[in-house]
């Protein structure tokens, strides 16, 4: 009995030693993760069930809006979904939703920070009522042939209104030059509350009604280095003014 033991078990070892048996060993355990890592695809363990807003700064776009955007995504495997295509998604509708960071959490989570833009800037032009961003950049179109209504609309917003279009390809068209206006005056503490544009000429009234005048077209940075000199004395002498025109080389100001 015990040759006939001692037979098998060299039979056994032989049979152990042969390459295919030891190759197979080797990567039979790499065969069966593999294995059931492609059932866990079968079953939907990666799909795409939850997103989290936690960590946006959200003031006007809700989470329940962000998953009306993001329908489309649940259910799709979360190895073989593309972050820029969310991102773009994101972009594309809504105007106020100015930078998005996705990180996927396994097994089925995304992590959405969205940071919006801040709506500063109010316009009329061309019969339509726009919103404008901080940076200038459209954040929607209000109304349309609606000048009272958009004017109602005004809240905290600097409301613009021109006899030309204030809108360019989605941005500001004279965003550099009213934030400089607003950052010049703002150190002498006028606060800009409004401006009209026609034909170029700006017409800013600031939250007391006093209106300062620019040529929005022609030599502006001379024009805002006239600001300082002139409000320098006026704040010296105490001057109550309702108007000052900067386009000429020496300012012409209306006394109350």
Known sequence: MNGSNKKRELVINKVKRFPVIVFL????????????FFLTFLFGLWNV???????????????SDLDSYLTKY???????LSISDVEKKLFDSNGYIKEVYIKKVLPWK?????????????????????????????????????????LEKKTTELYLVSDSSL????????????????????????????????NGIARVKDIEGQIFIFDMTYDFDTQLGRVYIVCQKIDEDMIKFSSLDLRFERPVMHLE
């Open 74 to 80: 649940i259910g799709e495997n979360i190895f073989l």
């Open 25 to 36: 060993k080797r990567i039979l355990p790499l065969l069966v993760a593999i294995s059931l």
């Open 167 to 198: 809108e360019g390809n989605g941005v500001l068209i004279f965003y550099d030059e009213i934030s400089s206006i607003q950052r010049v005056l703002s150190e002498f503490e006028y606060m800009v509350d409004s401006i009209e544009i026609s």
């Open 110 to 150: 995304l992590e959405i920070n969205i940071k919006e833009f801040k709506p500063t800037y109010l316009g009329y032009s061309s019969d339509r009522c726009i919103l404008f961003a901080d940076t200038g950049k459209m954040i929607s179109e209000i109304c349309k042939e609606c000048e009272q209504e958009c």
């Open 49 to 63: 069930r939850e997103f989290d807003y936690s960590g946006s700064e959200l003031d006007t776009v809700s989470s």
